[in-house]
């Protein structure tokens, strides 16, 4: 029987990945961090009840976890090992309320709570964009982050239906709520409800810049790079997996045509470890594995939310 130490994920030369409980990239599941040092936290939140069309994300954190059991140790392109910097865990999911965006919001805020508070920085996997509020409604009143959102949707809408909770809805009652600093926004595209939806940006009472893909697409993704490295302080990321061309991630809900590849999304990833930031989070939200095409979607979630754990490692070691 494998042994399971903090950082470590299970051998795959010893014991097979199609084996053994699944956890993400078969890390050891705790919820005792301080006791065990654990400095970086997969959480998974399975939450849908704020999508406004297609639903079926609540399954994506078993999913993400399924396809992370292929990845390894070894980030070969930022030379780290991230599970072991970062004395990685999994800590399971939190108990959401299907039926109720407000109880799963406080649910959220609770458990991200309780991780933060013992030290370690949250890799959580939604779930629909929801759920980030419940999210920021903790780091947010620690750190005040910069967000940097990446996906084809605004997110600033008012309300929906009347209702004010939604996942196209988060932005706004975030900066509301006076949770982050500043917003940059990434890979906008797509049709719009009004020519008055990009009005938000100047009345917002924090500063939003709105990187549109077409914008990406005149001038490049090392542009787009060199623009992200330019970030410096506390920074949270959320990443809507939509942001990516549907060819690339099926398995989602409002899919728009015309975005970044997983290689293009990989590679911005990865650059942030040359930003002069402190990433208090990360998130990857809207994966819907019953809308997916073999798992792909899940796959590359998976690999995101690698990639993130890899450059909170870089940024963690240029500080010691």
């Not at 991230?82 to 407000?102: E, H």
């Not at 982050?145 to 209702?163: A, K, N, Q, T, V």
């Not at 690698?306 to 490692?313: D, L």
């Amino acid at each position: 029987m494998a042994s399971w130490e903090p950082g470590r994920p299970i051998d795959a030369l010893k014991s097979p990945r199609f084996t053994q409980i699944i956890t993400f990239a078969r890390l050891p599941f705790t919820r005792n961090l301080r006791d065990n040092n654990v400095l970086g936290v997969f959480l998974g939140v399975p939450f849908d009840g704020g999508a406004t069309f297609y639903v079926g994300a609540r399954f994506g954190p078993q999913y993400i976890r399924s396809e992370s059991r292929i990845l390894r140790p070894y980030n070969a392109e930022l030379d780290v090992y991230p599970f072991k910097v970062l004395r990685a865990v999994d800590y399971g999911d939190v108990d959401v309320i299907p039926v109720s965006i407000t109880k799963t919001l406080d649910g959220i805020e609770e458990v991200v709570k309780d991780v933060i508070n013992q030290g370690a920085t949250l890799f959580i996997a939604g779930g629909d964009h929801s759920i980030t509020l419940g999210v920021l409604r903790a780091i947010g009143k620690m750190f005040k982050p910069i967000l940097l959102h990446f996906d084809s949707h605004l997110d600033y809408w008012d309300e929906y239906w009347g209702e004010k909770y939604t996942h196209g809805t988060w932005v706004r009652r975030a900066i509301e709520e006076g949770l982050i600093a500043q917003v940059v926004q990434v890979g906008i595209r797509g049709t719009q409800y009004d020519k008055s939806d990009f009005n938000y940006p100047r009345e917002s009472p924090v500063p939003i810049r709105v990187i549109m893909m077409r914008e990406v697409e005149e001038r490049g993704i090392e542009w787009l790079i060199s623009e992200l490295r330019s970030l410096e302080g506390n920074v949270y990321v959320s990443f809507d997996i939509d942001v990516v061309d549907p060819a690339y991630a099926p398995g989602t809900g409002t899919r728009e045509p015309g975005g970044f590849t997983s290689n293009e999304v990989l590679r911005i990833i990865r650059s942030l470890a040359d930003a002069k930031i402190n990433l208090v989070g990360f998130d990857v939200v809207e994966v819907a594995p019953p809308l997916d095409v073999a798992n792909i979607t899940s796959l590359l979630a998976a690999n995101i939310l690698y990639q993130a754990m890899s450059v909170k490692s870089k940024l963690m070691l240029k500080n010691y």
